[in-house]
């Protein structure tokens, strides 16, 4: 059994930086790609990014590119998001998520299996 922890949510003014992390239990985090996905009161849950098992490729979601930064630390069984110029439309509960596979960096909830509990991000304006 996979266990996700997320840590490092918290409240932050707009403009701000944050950096989630994500810990994985188990000996195979380096065989699998990972994801953050968020979900806001009131609103499905959608994909934020993803990276690879070995980190050569990341993908995100069109808002948050060129402020958020996917990243993965495989000595550490860990996956980083390293979120800046946070606006309070990024509040949500973020979670992060194993998929399936190891290549594939997908927006697609269905491809990832485990799931971690989430952390809060609040941005106030």
């Known amino acids: 059994q996979v266990q996700l922890v997320e840590s490092g949510g918290g409240l932050v003014q707009a403009g701000g930086s944050l950096r989630l992390s994500c810990g994985a239990s188990?000996?195979?985090?380096?065989?699998?790609?990972m994801g953050w996905f968020r979900q806001a009161p009131g609103k499905e849950r959608e994909f934020v990014a993803a990276i690879s098992w070995s980190g050569g490729n990341t993908y995100y979601k069109d808002s948050v590119k060129g402020r958020f930064t996917i990243s993965r630390d495989n000595t550490k069984n860990t996956v980083y998001l390293e979120m800046n110029s946070l606006k309070p439309e990024d509040t949500a509960v973020y979670y992060c998520?194993?998929?399936?596979?190891?290549?594939?960096?997908?927006?697609?909830?269905?491809?990832?299996?485990?799931w971690g509990q989430g952390t809060q991000v609040t941005v106030s304006s």
């Open positions: 998520a194993r998929d399936q596979t190891s290549y594939r960096t997908s927006w697609f909830a269905a491809h990832y299996d485990y």
């Open positions: 188990g000996r195979t985090f380096s065989r699998y790609a």
